[in-house]
């Protein structure tokens, strides 16, 4: 169909298939996407997550049904099914209600992306990815060259790329108003009360860590600023016991050597008081040498400068005084129905959904020989723009996360990480 005002192929807005219905699901990729349909750029929506209680917590969610009403999803189970009913197979299910190249967005646990980004592209379909993408280089390579081969886009979800702070810093450092980045030092500390969620279950020793979960974010942050390249990795961890028995690292303590020498220290944990005033604690601190001049950046990212204290006690952890973090993810109000999603928590996934947009209206109507070379040209434009997270041009995030596993597991020992023909991670002897 041709639109007689520009000529050009008429807008199809697409399908999207989100598998995995927890937290990340709730907080901001629903309701990110419920918005998305409401600008035209999405259609239906399909979520799928293996036991239906949880699909049945996130339709009855009370800030999601008060933001959309009239909104809704196909939940797979339905979610007219028995309370206790647990589908195995319910992601894979979603996946192939969808028509070739449309959204799937993943959204499991860590040690399941690899496994379930696959299962997406062998089914024809754009994908974004929550962070981290995988936890190996070579997963994903294997993941871009398999999406390349079949002219398919994939995106990771690195939301602090698109805070406005991140993108003023990467345009100050790029301009040379702040020096050479050499000293830093980020902590994001998740809230203690995660150790009595589904986290118990998943977030184990031999699978993840706090660095593994949101020290990427930071890490990911300071090449995304600088365009500097990790080159080693230290990571110690801290071990607890969750409720259920399972044997986590609660806590973690990073170094990460860029390939110009600066040194940048990661805390991370699953320990911010039940009572504090924020959903977290995080920061960054990091220090440049100027040509004559010391050059300093400064971001708390959890009191941003906003204090609300409620009628109850609606904060996060159960607080009622609450710092207010206004640019994440928040329902504000505004002239339509309900509540606008706004802060850089949605505008990420719009990039990533607004890119696959993109990429699908252009090529409509074309032959598929000359649509896929075309899909390859955007998808390599995006690669080189450097602003959405892609397999392309987020490797080092792969490879920073190979290296601090392999570090935590072995009691941080440092790894080193090799770039040029084959990239990959080497852990120091002890006698280095
Ligand atoms: N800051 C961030 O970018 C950020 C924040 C939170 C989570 N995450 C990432 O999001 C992912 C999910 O985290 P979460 O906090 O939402 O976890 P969660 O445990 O709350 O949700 C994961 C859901 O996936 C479901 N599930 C597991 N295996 C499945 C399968 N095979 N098929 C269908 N459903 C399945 C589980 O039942 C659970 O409901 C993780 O990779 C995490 O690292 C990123």
Known sequence: MIDSKTNSPTNQPLDVAIIGG???????????IYQLQRTGIVNQITVANRHVSTLKELANNSDICSAFPGQSFNAIPALDAPDDTFDPDAAIKALDTLKPRQAAILALPDQIHFPMVTEAIKRDQHVLCVKPLVRTFAEGQKINELAKSRGLFVGIEYHKRYDRRALLARKEYETNSLGEFKLGEARLIEPYYFRNTNFGNWFVCEETDPFTYVGCHYVDQVYFITGLKPSAVSLTGVKGTFP???????????????????????????????????????????YFDGPDQGCVLEHDDQNRGASYSFTTNKGPGGSVYNHINPDFFKY??????????????????AA???????????????????????????????DQQGFIATPSNSYINELVIEAARLSILNDGTFVDIHYGDN?????RTRLQ
Request: aromatic share 8%; no cysteine; glycine share 16%.
């Open 332 to 349: 504000i109000a505004w002239d339509g129905k309900g509540f606008l999603p706004t802060g850089y928590g949605f505008d990420s996934v």
């Open 22 to 32: 927890g937290m990340i699901t709730t907080d901001q990729l629903l309701p990110a």
């Open 244 to 286: 259920g028995g399972n044997e986590g690292y609660f806590w973690s303590n990073g170094r990460v050597i860029f390939e110009n020498g600066a040194a940048l220290s990661v805390s991370n944990g699953l320990g911010y008081p039940n009572a504090g005033p924020g959903a977290n604690q995080q920061g960054i601190t990091m």
């Open 423 to 427: 990239p990959r991670v080497e852990m």
């Open 352 to 382: 990533n959904i607004n890119a696959i947009h993109r990429i699908e209206n252009q090529i409509r109507g074309m032959e598929e020989g000359p649509a896929k070379a075309r899909r390859l040209e955007l998808i390599q434009h995006i």
